[in-house]
Nanobody, 114 residues
Framework: QVQLVESGGGLVQPGGSLRLSCAASGSIFGLYAMGWYRQSPGNRREWVATITSGGSTNYQDSVKGRFTISRDNAKNTVYLQMNSLKPGDAGVYYC????????WGQGTQGTVSS
Protein backbone atom coordinates (compact mmCIF):
# COMPACT_ATOMS: atom_id res chain seq x y z
CA GLN A 1 0.00 0.00 0.00
CA VAL A 2 1.22 3.47 -0.90
CA GLN A 3 -0.19 6.68 0.55
CA LEU A 4 0.37 9.96 -1.26
CA VAL A 5 0.04 13.47 0.18
CA GLU A 6 0.27 16.50 -2.11
CA SER A 7 1.17 20.03 -1.06
CA GLY A 8 2.25 23.32 -2.57
CA GLY A 9 -0.88 24.48 -4.31
CA GLY A 10 -2.10 28.04 -4.06
CA LEU A 11 -3.09 31.19 -5.92
CA VAL A 12 -0.70 32.68 -8.43
CA GLN A 13 -0.95 35.32 -11.12
CA PRO A 14 -0.55 34.42 -14.79
CA GLY A 15 3.13 34.06 -15.56
CA GLY A 16 3.90 33.00 -12.03
CA SER A 17 5.21 29.74 -10.62
CA LEU A 18 4.18 27.01 -8.21
CA ARG A 19 6.07 24.00 -6.95
CA LEU A 20 3.99 20.99 -6.00
CA SER A 21 5.26 18.19 -3.80
CA CYS A 22 3.95 14.70 -3.28
CA ALA A 23 5.21 12.74 -0.30
CA ALA A 24 4.78 8.98 -0.46
CA SER A 25 4.74 6.39 2.25
CA GLY A 26 6.21 2.95 1.78
CA SER A 27 9.67 1.61 1.15
CA ILE A 28 9.06 0.70 -2.48
CA PHE A 29 8.49 4.26 -3.73
CA GLY A 30 11.54 4.03 -5.95
CA LEU A 31 10.04 1.17 -7.94
CA TYR A 32 7.03 3.12 -9.15
CA ALA A 33 6.60 5.46 -12.05
CA MET A 34 5.09 8.64 -10.62
CA GLY A 35 2.73 11.01 -12.34
CA TRP A 36 0.87 14.26 -11.98
CA TYR A 37 -2.67 14.73 -13.25
CA ARG A 38 -5.04 17.67 -13.03
CA GLN A 39 -8.76 18.28 -13.14
CA SER A 40 -10.59 21.54 -13.65
CA PRO A 41 -14.34 22.07 -13.03
CA GLY A 42 -16.48 20.37 -15.64
CA ASN A 43 -13.56 18.51 -17.17
CA ARG A 44 -12.14 15.04 -16.89
CA ARG A 45 -8.95 14.38 -15.03
CA GLU A 46 -6.05 14.69 -17.45
CA TRP A 47 -2.50 13.49 -17.40
CA VAL A 48 0.19 16.18 -17.05
CA ALA A 49 3.57 14.50 -16.58
CA THR A 50 5.26 11.24 -15.66
CA ILE A 51 8.65 10.26 -14.31
CA THR A 52 9.75 6.64 -14.39
CA SER A 53 11.67 4.84 -11.67
CA GLY A 54 14.77 5.43 -13.78
CA GLY A 55 14.15 9.16 -14.08
CA SER A 56 12.85 9.38 -17.63
CA THR A 57 10.22 12.07 -18.05
CA ASN A 58 7.30 12.72 -20.33
CA TYR A 59 4.93 15.69 -20.56
CA GLN A 60 1.62 16.69 -22.00
CA ASP A 61 2.31 18.93 -24.99
CA SER A 62 0.66 21.97 -23.42
CA VAL A 63 3.10 22.01 -20.49
CA LYS A 64 6.34 21.11 -22.26
CA GLY A 65 9.02 23.69 -21.59
CA ARG A 66 7.09 25.15 -18.64
CA PHE A 67 6.68 22.26 -16.20
CA THR A 68 9.35 19.99 -14.77
CA ILE A 69 8.70 16.74 -12.93
CA SER A 70 11.41 15.35 -10.68
CA ARG A 71 11.78 12.86 -7.87
CA ASP A 72 13.94 12.34 -4.81
CA ASN A 73 13.83 8.66 -3.96
CA ALA A 74 15.74 9.23 -0.71
CA LYS A 75 12.89 11.47 0.46
CA ASN A 76 10.07 9.42 -1.16
CA THR A 77 8.94 12.62 -2.85
CA VAL A 78 8.02 13.69 -6.36
CA TYR A 79 7.83 17.32 -7.44
CA LEU A 80 6.18 19.34 -10.17
CA GLN A 81 7.76 22.71 -10.86
CA MET A 82 5.29 24.82 -12.81
CA ASN A 83 6.50 28.02 -14.46
CA SER A 84 4.88 30.56 -16.78
CA LEU A 85 1.50 29.52 -15.51
CA LYS A 86 -1.60 30.23 -17.55
CA PRO A 87 -5.26 30.38 -16.49
CA GLY A 88 -5.79 27.08 -18.30
CA ASP A 89 -3.35 25.41 -15.92
CA ALA A 90 -5.69 25.94 -12.99
CA GLY A 91 -7.25 22.93 -11.31
CA VAL A 92 -6.80 20.29 -8.69
CA TYR A 93 -3.48 18.54 -9.16
CA TYR A 94 -3.27 14.89 -8.19
CA CYS A 95 -0.21 12.75 -7.60
CA UNK A 96 -0.27 9.18 -8.85
CA UNK A 97 1.93 6.16 -8.23
CA UNK A 98 2.10 3.21 -10.54
CA UNK A 99 -0.48 4.35 -13.09
CA UNK A 100 -4.17 5.34 -12.97
CA UNK A 101 -5.30 1.97 -11.62
CA UNK A 102 -3.12 2.17 -8.52
CA UNK A 103 -2.50 4.94 -6.01
CA TRP A 104 -3.78 8.52 -5.84
CA GLY A 105 -3.34 11.42 -3.51
CA GLN A 106 -6.15 13.68 -2.34
CA GLY A 107 -5.15 16.56 -4.60
CA THR A 108 -3.96 20.11 -4.16
CA GLN A 109 -5.61 23.17 -5.70
CA GLY A 110 -3.72 25.42 -8.05
CA THR A 111 -5.42 28.65 -9.07
CA VAL A 112 -4.09 31.00 -11.75
CA SER A 113 -5.82 34.33 -11.73
CA SER A 114 -5.05 38.01 -11.84
Amino acid sequence: QVQLVESGGGLVQPGGSLRLSCAASGSIFGLYAMGWYRQSPGNRREWVATITSGGSTNYQDSVKGRFTISRDNAKNTVYLQMNSLKPGDAGVYYCNAGGPALYWGQGTQGTVSS
